[in-house]
């Protein structure tokens, strides 16, 4: 075991289609001691991807399709917020007692100590290794053109009234009107 390699960083930036100007969900973690803590730096982006676009960033099927069909009426929104709402910018689990990462314990007074260690390493690392969301230059990752031209644009194409196949959600995921997000 080496004592140096005691902790994990875990990052994200760019993986689905259907945001505004194709932008992004910058997060940053770290997992140390059975805690898992995150940083999410646009907290008024959905995580998840936009409501209006489907939520591209998760694949129909029939979950996603109960999930939103619950919050649609008016049953129970607790599991479409846990999947698809906005997040708050500070997050943390204790993943040895909530594997499932249910309980966020970022405000919770009785882990301050402990949200400020991890965040205190994790900055520290991630400016060591010239993070550009730690020296204030994060909008670069939002300014790298999108790899694949089908998708550019997804979210103003989309919403102008394109009709743009995205064959990995249902029809019934869109949204005809963004969710509020307690």
Same mark, same amino acid.
């Given at each position: 075991?080496?004592?140096? +390699?005691?902790h994990v960083l875990i990052g994200k930036e760019r993986h689905d289609i259907g945001r505004p100007d194709d932008n !992004? ?13 995150l940083k999410n730096f646009e907290t008024g982006r959905w995580p998840s991807g936009h409501p209006l676009t489907g ?5 129909? !099927? ?8 619950? +919050? ?15 997040? $708050? ?9 909530? $594997? ?37 230059? !994060? ?5 790298? $053109? ?37």
């Amino acid at each position: 075991s080496n004592p140096d +390699r005691d902790h994990v960083l875990i990052g994200k930036e760019r993986h689905d289609i259907g945001r505004p100007d194709d932008n !992004g969900y910058p997060v940053r973690g770290i997992v140390k001691n059975g805690m898992l803590y995150l940083k999410n730096f646009e907290t008024g982006r959905w995580p998840s991807g936009h409501p209006l676009t489907g939520y591209l960033n998760c694949d129909g !099927g029939a979950t996603k399709t109960e999930i939103l069909t619950m +919050r649609r009426d008016g049953k129970d929104a607790s599991f479409w917020q846990l999947c698809f709402g906005l997040r $708050p910018a500070e997050e943390m689990y204790n993943v040895d007692l909530d $594997p499932e990462c249910l309980r966020n314990l970022a405000n919770d007074p009785a882990y301050e100590e402990t949200k400020a260690a991890l965040n205190k390493l994790m900055l520290e690392e991630l400016r060591g290794q010239n993070d550009p969301r730690m020296l204030g230059k !994060g909008a670069v990752f939002d300014d790298y $053109p999108y790899a694949s031209k089908a998708g550019k644009g997804f979210y103003e194409r989309f919403t102008a009234g394109e009709e743009i196949k995205a064959g990995w959600v249902n029809k019934t995921d869109f949204e005809k009107t963004i969710p509020e997000s307690p």
